[in-house]
């Protein structure tokens, strides 16, 4: 039973971690219908940023606010200076661009900071935090800063007029300029902050997974099957999913490893989480394509 | 009176297809003014070139200053409200957040109280549906609230497309005797687009008439009324 715990409180700590890189996707992707597969290796730089301010001999809460800001302006930049331009493109050259990112902040960090796998430390105290046995300190501090942002994020969007202007612009940009919302800012301040929101995800994840150029690389898989799972168009969805993906991939390594156990026979463990999450993209992308939470789009054509 | 916009010479083009040649016209400052014409004529391109949503090339004078080539979001901010065809509204957002976005512009938030508190005069309908999602309001109710968010923007001009689109005709009445109050009460100007000629020129008072991208006839509504080929072409008599 505490094992089962255990193993849901990591889920649900995963679960955070997906939930914050799946949300920065599904805000990207509903203000310009795109799919940014940099997102991981944004987050992944994010995270380096900070590993050298703290390098530098700053506190961690300073480095992470500090990090969070020059991803924010990173992703405001990347928009302006190179999807702004590609704005009429087609589908698949901006897909391209996506890629090429990836590739590029994947050998920057490389070339800056080496390929060797760094420790990144938790700014959560090791004792008197946690729930002894079936929550560790990083994990419990990982959900919390996680609900945080969201929260923040939530109550941005929802009640604040230049939170109100962004969902105006993703929902219908012409519109929105009839009534005099700047709609290209608001796409560059979405780029901003979805790469905060994974600048997050990059420092909480970093300490979990080490310091590495490619660490992003499966979480940005299971953040895809998040975004699908919720809906991709829907970032209650994605938050949502991502919580149901990090605890179902636990919930079914742990079933294996019980499966084992008792009858010595190996069907599935930690080893094919990975799996697992594939399985869950193609599942709903065959049964339910616009995912648990999102609607079907009929579109007139 | 002076003219609040003046149009001349207007030529709009959706990529390498021209679809205005030479349109001008005027609009008296606290008139209405209506454009009629068959299907593809355009009206609808008009609107949108004068807010800047299609390629141009001409002079579109707004107070005294050319505002072509202008982006859209600028061009709102000198106070033109455009109404656009179809329903008008953000269907995922509520009546009062497509209300509120309108007065995103604006820095003073009792001005914005006080306007809302006025619009809610010419459409008690929308109060009473404040937290509804505008997706889920009846054509009519759309419209209504399309207009309402105009009216939020303190236009000196509105620009409508079609506001009678797919309504049945008591509603359609409705709209077009509020559209003459707000004319009266709050003084905007409007430049309206209307397949309904008969409703149009009796709200207007002066008319032009679009043929493929051209203007062929102007005038006071009364007379655009009495011609002989108006009335066996777009009033049917």
Redesign the interface.
């Known amino acids: 039973m505490e094992q089962l715990l255990q193993q849901f409180a990591s889920g649900l700590a995963n679960g955070a971690i997906y939930a914050c890189v799946a949300l920065a996707l599904v805000m990207i992707y509903v203000s310009t219908d795109h799919i940014n597969f940099a997102q991981g290796e944004m987050a992944m730089f994010s995270a380096y940023i900070s590993w050298q301010l703290m390098d530098w001999g700053m506190s961690f809460w300073i480095a992470f606010v500090l990090t969070v800001l020059i991803s924010f302006a990173m992703g405001v930049l990347i928009e302006r200076l190179i999807l702004r331009p590609l704005h009429n493109a087609p589908v698949l050259s901006i897909i391209v661009v996506f890629i090429g990112l990836l590739a590029i902040f994947n050998s920057m960090a490389g070339a800056f900071w080496s390929y060797l796998i760094k420790e990144f430390p938790s700014p959560f105290p090791k004792a008197d935090f946690g729930i002894a046995g079936v929550i560790g300190p990083h994990q419990l501090g990982v959900v919390l800063v996680t609900l945080i942002v969201l929260g923040l994020l939530f109550v941005f969007f929802r009640y604040t007029?230049l939170g109100?202007?962004m969902?105006?612009a993703a929902?219908?940009p012409?519109?929105?300029?009839?009534?005099?919302?700047?709609?290209d800012w608001m796409l560059a301040l979405g780029w901003g902050l979805a790469a905060s929101v994974g600048a997050v995800a990059g420092i909480m994840v970093a300490h979990i997974v080490y310091l590495e150029p490619n660490m992003m690389g499966g979480i940005l898989l299971y953040a895809f099957a998040s975004a699908l799972v919720g809906g991709i168009s829907n970032p209650a969805g994605a938050v949502a999913g991502g919580f149901i993906v990090g605890i179902l991939e636990n919930m079914v390594a742990y079933a294996g490893n019980q499966i084992e156990k008792a009858t010595g026979v190996y069907i599935i463990g930690n080893g094919e989480k990975l799996t697992v999450a594939l399985i869950i993209v193609i599942f709903v992308l065959t049964v339910r394509p616009a995912g648990l939470f999102g609607r079907v789009v009929v579109k007139r054509v | 009176m002076a003219a609040l916009l003046e149009v001349s010479g207007l030529k709009a083009f959706y990529g390498q297809t021209q679809s205005l040649y030479d349109v001008g016209f005027e609009i008296p400052l606290g008139g209405i003014t209506t454009l009629l014409g068959a299907n593809g004529a355009g009206k609808t391109t008009t609107l949108r070139a004068i807010c800047n949503m299609v390629r141009t090339d001409g002079t579109i004078r707004f107070d005294g200053k050319n505002i072509r080539g202008m982006a859209t979001e600028e061009i709102v901010r000198q106070r033109i409200a455009h109404v656009p065809e179809g329903r008008g509204t953000f269907t995922t957002l509520t009546v009062d957040e497509n209300l509120r976005i309108a007065a995103y512009t604006r820095k003073d938030k009792q001005g914005v109280r006080d306007e809302l508190e006025r619009v809610f005069v010419y459409f008690p309908r929308l109060k009473e549906r404040i937290q509804q999602q505008a997706g889920t309001l009846s054509g009519g109710e759309q419209q209504m609230l399309a207009i309402a968010r105009a009216l939020m923007l303190k236009p000196r001009l509105m620009l409508l497309d079609e506001p009678s689109f797919g309504l049945a005709p008591l509603i359609v009445l409705e709209i077009f005797r509020i559209l003459r109050r707000i004319n009266e009460e709050e003084k905007v100007s409007i430049l309206l687009v209307e397949q309904n000629a008969a409703l149009a020129l009796d709200l207007a008072t002066h008319a032009y008439v679009l043929e493929t991208g051209k203007v062929v006839m102007s005038g006071p509504s009364d007379v655009v009324k009495n011609d002989e080929n108006v009335r066996k072409s777009y009033l049917g008599y």
């Open positions: 007029p109100l202007a969902r105006a929902q219908n012409q519109m929105a300029r009839l009534v005099g919302v700047r709609v």
